[in-house]
């Protein structure tokens, strides 16, 4: 027996009427073969994508690489939330019946445009299943460390410094907790314009934001504000 095929050998006896013993069994050398039905197996071994994190907002993510095994006929892929590329091709969202041992599998989808959030992809080869997950970053309101160069000035007059904002992946707002100086915010290091200026609280951005502020110095001599 070889796998599922099995080779049988044929033997004959001679009755005594023919001059036979009538129990000795004698070799032909004819053989036949009887080959039994094999059960199609189309789920494949199990496979698994590894799931990434702190992924940026809206970015292209690509799973790792996948190889059927397993089968012993064809079978099928299909996809829900995301696309395949199979054996090295394009990516596609459409089934294919045509899978079969050896053939590779990657998946690829658009991550979340909000923070936190989790984009999810299943690839679904005969029944066996497997999700890629991709989840977007944290939003961080927090900036860097920032200092304002202090001034030294005439009694009375207007003193202006601006510190430049960093570390933050989303619009963040700044207000004055105390003192009276007004402040402003721009994407220039440059001292915008007196009308900018005000107490109230405004918005710094992700892309480059100084935030500027203003007081005119102390009446007073060696005063500090």
């Known amino acids: 027996t070889v796998g599922n095929t099995t080779t049988y050998e044929i033997f004959v ?3 005594t009427s023919t ?7 004698y070799p032909t050398n004819d053989t036949f073969t009887v080959t039994r039905s094999v059960v199609p197996i189309t789920a494949p071994d199990a496979f698994t994508f590894t799931d990434v994190t702190n992924v940026a907002l809206s970015s292209t993510q690509t799973s790792n690489t996948i190889t059927v095994a397993g089968l012993n006929t064809s079978t099928s892929v299909s996809i829900s ?10 990516y596609t969202s459409a089934n294919d019946n045509t899978v079969v041992n050896g053939n590779t599998f990657a998946v690829r989808h658009t991550a979340s445009g909000s923070f936190s959030t989790a984009t999810n992809s299943t690839l679904n080869i005969g029944g066996v299943t497997d999700v890629y997950s991709s989840t977007t970053l944290a939003s961080d309101t927090t900036p860097n460390a920032f200092a304002f160069t202090d001034k030294t000035g005439n009694v009375g007059t207007e003193q202006n410094s601006s510190a430049l904002i960093t570390g933050i992946n989303t ?3 700044v207000s ?5 100086a007004t402040f402003a915010v721009s994407s220039s290091a440059s001292t915008p314009a ?6 109230s609280a ?3 951005n992700t892309s480059i934001d100084y935030v500027h502020v203003k007081q005119n110095a102390s009446t007073s001599y060696s005063t500090t504000l």
């Open 176 to 180: 004055r907790t105390s003192g009276t």
């Open 19 to 25: 001059g036979g013993d009538g129990s000795t069994y």
């Open 171 to 173: 619009n963040s707002t």
């Open 194 to 199: 007196a009308s900018s200026f005000s107490s």
């Open 13 to 15: 006896r001679r009755p």
């Open 81 to 90: 939330g995301g696309t395949y590329s199979k054996n090295g091709g394009a």
């Open 202 to 204: 405004k918005t710094v």
